[in-house]
């Protein structure tokens, strides 16, 4: 089974509700999609982990990053605007982005645990990348149309703080380190 991972600017808006599972949330998912991609008899699979160093909520840890960002630097945080595609619709819809706060999605294994990704945190810590939450999902899925069988993607949520703190600006990888990258977490996890 293969994995990979590819940091964007994370959606700090959403991204909590969606990780925790906020009723207030699902309940938007269903009445946008007319039904809910979520299986409430596989919630209880998955597992969370936050960093203890990142206490607020996501919105709150970005103001406090554009307040560091200005202090450091003298110049405001760059938000970029960030644009998605709905897959089925094919409309294109703008949101806000920051890259001082990004998201992987990599996919997993059915029985990949919170504890195989320790490898991983402290590889990204050696990059000056700090691991704000981990969440497992297992409870995402859509029926197969020829066999009603479940088809769940399994993958994990990892949202870091990719800003250098004591420069004030976002941490530079390249394209060797990105390749190194996606060989840590295969191998912390068991995968290609």
Known sequence: M???????PCNVGTAEAHNRRDRAYCEAVARKLGHTYFW?????????????SYAKP????????????????GRAMQCKPVITTDRKTGKKKERSGCSAIREGCPPIKPDTRIEDFEPFIKWLEGYGISVISIDLHHDEGHADPDTDDLRQPHHAHIIVDWLNHEAGKTVKIDSN????????????????
């Open 2 to 8: 293969k994995t990979g991972i590819k940091f964007k």
């Open 40 to 52: 409430d008899e596989y919630r209880h699979l998955n597992r969370s982990w936050r960093n203890l």
């Open 58 to 73: 996501l919105p709150e840890l970005l103001e406090d990053m554009k307040v560091l960002v200005k202090q450091k630097t």
């Open 177 to 192: 380190v990105c390749k190194e990258m996606q060989t840590v977490l295969a191998e912390s996890l068991g995968m290609e």
